[in-house]
């Protein structure tokens, strides 16, 4: 298997260690652009602790992250200067929270949640950035003379697709998404997952997805990664691995799916 | 300087504060000069007044004040105001330094939300109270964090602030305390002077020192430092404007208080800067002959 394409990021070695505990052990892989890799397993197979680490907010105890920024040069995530990653943070990346309340600002206005990565790259036009975040809320459907209103007024579903709105607006290449469908009910989900899915074709974005859900894995990802105990213990396309799975882990997992 | 010269309360060092103390102050005001914008922390003391009356301010000023220096205190452009009158008081009974209402003739004015209407010169030092020396505190609570956006120069955030203001209200509607870049680098709150006086802080030649005592802050304006309010492209940084002249002395481009003057709800329009109006009354100026007072349409 070969291919031309550099990867977008690359993970070597990385490991996290909580003292004696393990966060997550030697994760490698290689994630390439347009590709939507999704990371499943249970509550506290560190998921959310590797996630957490390739977003450049948990320094990792070993291992590199790097990546491949716009001009094609690439960057040790954890070598760069502090600045530099932020800046990447704020441009070239997203992450999409769990929780609503810790992507957004709540007390400012749904526009203004939108129009913050804009000025923080030094859009100075008031008129323009407000256009562009109305664009951007129709895009994630939400009605546009909701511009004004404060995210404690909106619906789970629509603090949800603000958050998306608010990462998007900077043209990300690499988006990360925490269970972005949790604590939604199913036809919300449904509609988010949507939406999502056309974007990352739209757009041509990366993105690493973790959930628990396989549903949301199998609609989304390309390919997946089965973490069980910090260590991925499966990985290949997505229905490949779910259609037939061969960890011992996985078989668990796939035939734990409740059917309605 | 020449401690105990003319103290008039014994057994208190020269501005109160010992010399130990004043050192480590004027330590931190010297770094804060060298960086301009930037809040140097510093080991605020107890003072005998409380937080929130100006321990920031007094401290700076007990480390910078001689004996040969003339000071005046201003709260809200007046010298007669509690705050001021207390805080002069103590200067004059710590020190037995020469105290003036005249803006012209100090060297030292220490101030509560108002910069003088005369233009300060070279040889004077203006001394800032300031409650919140953090400007980017609206929007990010942790300390840890703000303290890396300035060394970032991540100020983005600053101008989701305003256009919040921009949205709700149709215009920036910050009126005190409007953040401004200082020497093209660091965000700074000019403590909650009116926006009126912010654009006085620009190429200002006398020295700006700001002290929060509670927060435990000191930073400082060179004179002659380029400082910028922050604003938008369309919706440009303006100040304050009056329908009215001052009642009293008539002018036009003064900082104006509104006073209610009786139960009906009267008001009247008066300078702030209490001894800008009062030599301008001295220089022969008046109110116009409009009416003086406001008068309220009287209630059904």
Redesign the interface.
């Known amino acids: 298997m070969t291919t031309l394409r550099h990867p977008l990021m690359q993970v070597r070695d990385l490991s996290k260690m909580y003292g004696a505990r393990t966060g997550c052990r030697d994760i490698d892989f290689d994630l390439y652009p347009g590709e939507v890799l999704g990371i499943v397993g249970e509550s506290g197979s560190g998921k959310t602790t590797l996630l957490n680490c390739l977003s450049a907010r948990l320094e990792p105890t070993s291992g590199s992250v790097i990546y491949q920024d716009r001009t094609g040069a690439d960057i040790d995530i954890y070598q760069a200067s502090?600045?530099r990653r932020?800046l990447l943070m704020?441009t070239d990346w997203g992450v999409v929270h769990q929780n609503p309340k810790d992507g957004l600002?709540m007390r400012?206005?749904a526009?203004?949640n939108v129009?913050?990565?804009l000025?923080?790259?030094?859009q100075?036009?008031?008129?323009d950035?407000?256009e562009t975040a109305t664009d951007w809320l129709g895009r994630v459907e939400i009605a546009e003379d909701r511009?004004?209103d404060k995210p404690l007024t909106f619906s789970g579903g629509m603090q949800q697709r603000l958050q998306i709105a608010r990462n998007l607006v900077s043209g990300p290449r690499l988006v990360f998404m925490d269970e972005p469908t949790g604590g939604l009910d199913v036809s919300v989900q449904a509609r988010l997952l949507d939406l999502l899915r056309r974007l990352v074709t739209d757009l041509g974005l990366s993105a690493v997805l973790v959930t628990h859900d396989l549903a949301v894995v199998r609609l989304l990802a390309h390919r997946l990664m089965v973490m069980h105990q910090g260590q991925v213990v499966e990985q290949g396309l997505t229905d490949q691995v779910l259609d037939d799975p061969q960890h011992a882990y996985t078989q668990l997992l796939v035939s734990s799916v409740l059917q309605p | 300087m020449n401690p105990q010269q003319e103290t008039t309360l014994s057994g208190y060092n020269f501005a109160y504060l010992d010399e130990q103390t004043k050192r480590m102050i004027r330590r931190a005001i010297l770094k804060a000069v060298a960086i301009p914008g930037y809040q140097v922390p510093f080991g605020s003391r107890e003072m005998p007044l409380p937080y929130g009356w100006g321990t920031g301010g007094i401290q700076v000023t007990a480390a910078i004040i001689g004996a040969q220096d003339i000071l005046k205190v201003i709260d809200q452009g007046a010298d007669d105001t509690t705050n001021a009158v207390s805080i002069r008081k103590f200067f004059a009974r710590t020190t037995g330094v020469e105290t003036t209402d005249k803006t012209a003739r100090a060297t030292v004015i220490q101030t509560r939300h108002r910069i003088p209407e005369k233009p300060l010169t070279e040889n004077q030092i203006l001394v800032y109270q300031v409650p919140t020396p953090e400007p980017l505190r609206w929007l990010e609570p942790r300390e840890t964090e703000t303290r890396r956006m300035h060394a970032l120069e991540e100020y983005g955030v600053m101008h989701v602030k305003l256009y919040e203001d921009i949205a709700q209200y149709g215009r920036i509607s910050t009126s005190y305390d409007y953040p401004v870049q200082v020497n093209d680098r660091y965000i700074m709150a000019p403590s909650p002077i009116p926006k009126f006086d912010n654009p006085k802080m620009n190429e200002m030649p006398a020295l700006q020192l700001f002290g929060a005592g509670r927060e435990k802050r000191i930073y400082a304006i060179p004179p002659y430092t380029t400082v910028k309010s922050l604003d938008f492209d369309d919706h440009p940084f303006e100040v304050q404007a009056w329908d009215h002249s001052c009642a009293l002395c008539g002018a036009d481009d003064s900082f104006l208080d509104e006073v209610v003057v009786d139960n009906m709800g009267s008001r009247m329009f008066v300078c702030s800067d209490s001894d800008f109006c009062s030599e301008r009354r001295e220089a022969g100026h008046q109110s116009d002959g409009l009416p003086q007072v406001v008068v309220a349409q009287a209630a059904e």
């Open positions: 502090e600045s932020r704020r600002r400012v206005s526009g203004a129009g913050e990565r000025m923080a790259v030094g100075r036009h008031y008129g950035i407000r511009v004004d």
